[in-house]
């Protein structure tokens, strides 16, 4: 089945503490993206990845890394989690633009709640 | 830098009506996308429908079609015969057309609807 996982689904963390969320697709999609979503501010973008060894920052990638070795993979890294990074995120994967130009939709996880005490 | 307006936090539909949701965007790009997902209360993103910029035809799947303005920079969604199973939170979402994969959300508007 094709799909976008993430793990772990829920976590509850203190300040500080150094953790990563985990994101793979099956689909050998190129493009891969994270986005946080909060109450009043709907989506937004934290980081993306065009491809293997190459990120770029979204709208809000303070706080946060990112990392690209394997096409199928993209975790985010909290290096130290603050209260003001709870949320709900999301993993999200594309294949590139057809030559064409025909864009398939975005393919997104399940969400990961994340809580900082 | 682009934006995307949605400007009603909340709308109501009674069962078997239809309701359009607003969304404008703002950009100087002449190539771009523009989508609309729904966030039911699973919270699993669904893609609804999506428009090409250069396409003046405008999109339609099924219950749903838009609304799409190109000189306005406005981009409505309307679903037609609404259905419980439509009540959500839905997002208007821009993307630029090329060398990029950055993504732009509206903040959303919560869908009501009334048995």
């Known amino acids: 089945e094709a799909q976008v996982t993430q793990n772990p689904r829920y976590l509850i963390t203190v300040t500080g503490k150094k953790l990563t969320v985990t994101c793979s697709q099956n689909?050998?999609?190129?493009?891969m993206s994270w986005y946080r979503q909060d109450p009043g501010l709907g989506l937004r973008q934290i980081y993306y990845s065009m491809n293997v060894e190459v990120t770029d920052k979204g709208d809000v990638p303070e706080g946060y890394k990112v990392s690209r070795k394997e096409k199928r993979n993209f975790p985010l890294i909290l290096e130290s989690p603050s209260p003001n990074q709870t949320s709900l995120y999301f993993c999200?994967?594309?294949?590139?633009?057809?030559?064409?130009?025909?864009?398939?939709?975005?393919?997104f996880g399940p969400g990961t709640r994340l809580t900082v005490l | 830098a682009q934006t995307v307006t949605q400007s009603q936090p909340e709308m109501s539909v009674q069962e078997a009506e239809t309701v359009t949701l607003s969304c404008t965007y703002d950009?100087?790009?002449?190539?771009?996308?523009l989508f609309w997902y729904k966030q039911p209360p699973s919270r699993q993103m669904i893609l609804v429908i999506r428009q090409e910029a250069y396409k003046q035809q405008n999109a339609t799947e099924n219950r749903f079609s838009v609304n799409f303005q190109k000189a306005a920079k406005s981009f409505s969604l309307k679903i037609s015969d609404s259905q419980l199973g439509d009540a959500a939170m839905y997002f208007c979402?821009?993307?630029?057309?090329?060398?990029?994969?950055?993504?732009?959300f509206g903040t959303g508007t919560r869908l009501k609807v009334l048995a």
């Open positions: 950009t100087s790009e002449s190539d771009y996308y």
């Open positions: 999200a994967s594309s294949p590139q633009i057809g030559t064409s130009g025909t864009l398939t939709e975005q393919f």
């Open positions: 689909m050998n999609h190129e493009y």
């Open positions: 979402a821009y993307r630029r057309g090329s060398g990029t994969y950055k993504y732009i």
